[in-house]
């Protein structure tokens, strides 16, 4: 079955370092591939989109890698800040081209001053 | 512009009572989708919309339906809630994929959610 996978440990990093988050998949193709932002008591808030034939995306200080072979993406953030603590979440679109955004459960940054 | 729309914010009901969660855009957006988020679950896929009139199970739909009747609203209606759905509901809208232009903005709107308790 299909199957999205993300640290479920909160990552706990000190201000001005570079985060890294993980977001592995299984029995999926996407086509492209999202991260969100979700803060307490808020809807997720879309980041970046990468697309299936591109390997790397950049936006200010975020950075997001996606591997089709090793069905992997990973998430950077450089020169961290305390406002960069959230719940950040991988969504790819379906395998079965119904259109439908299924989402990882999401890794907890913590960004310490 | 609204984005998406989310009513009530705060709902409580009885188990066995009947109740609407009410979603509306105002982006033209065909593709419309609801979640559920508990706690270490991540957002389960419900019941999604690829347009007016279309409407299609996600993961968990059971004890939800859905319509689409405009392209605008798409409401989720729990028949008879349960303590198990006991959630944070959010509603999202996008593009659909492959309607439009490979630059075309993909990425989903939410809502603000609705936090949702069966006692």
């Known amino acids: 079955s299909q199957k999205i996978e993300q640290n479920s440990e909160a990552l706990n990093i000190q201000e001005g370092k570079t985060a890294t988050l993980t977001c592995n998949y299984t029995?999926?193709?996407?086509?492209?591939l999202q991260w969100y932002r979700q803060d307490p008591g808020r809807g997720p808030v879309f980041l970046l989109l990468?697309?299936?034939?591109?390997k790397e995306k950049r936006k200010e200080r975020l950075k997001v890698t996606f591997d089709t072979t090793l069905k992997q993406s990973l998430f950077h953030i450089t020169a961290s800040q305390p406002a960069d603590s959230a719940t950040y979440l991988c969504?790819?679109?379906?395998?079965?081209?119904?259109?439908?955004?299924?989402f990882g459960s999401g890794t907890r940054l913590l960004v310490r001053p | 512009n609204a984005g998406v729309t989310q009513t009530p914010k705060f709902q409580v009901l009885k188990t066995g009572q009947s109740m609407t969660l009410q979603c509306a855009q105002d982006?033209?957006?065909?593709?419309m989708s609801w979640y559920r988020q508990d706690p270490g679950m991540g957002l389960r896929l419900i019941h999604y919309?690829?347009?007016?009139?279309?409407?299609d199970q996600g993961e968990v739909p059971n004890g939800y339906n859905v319509s689409r009747s405009t392209t605008e609203d798409f409401p989720l209606r729990l028949l008879s809630a349960a303590p198990s759905q006991t959630s944070v509901y959010f509603c999202?809208?996008?593009?659909?994929?492959?309607?439009?232009?490979?630059?075309?903005?993909?990425?989903?709107?939410f809502g603000q959610g609705t936090r949702l308790t069966v006692v």
């Open positions: 919309s690829v347009g007016a009139g279309i409407t």
């Open positions: 982006m033209n957006h065909e593709y």
């Open positions: 969504a790819l679109d379906g395998m079965d081209s119904s259109y439908k955004l299924i």
């Open positions: 999202a809208s996008s593009y659909r994929r492959g309607a439009h232009s490979a630059t075309a903005r993909l990425e989903a709107f």
């Open positions: 990468i697309r299936e034939n591109e």
């Open positions: 029995n999926y193709s996407p086509a492209y």
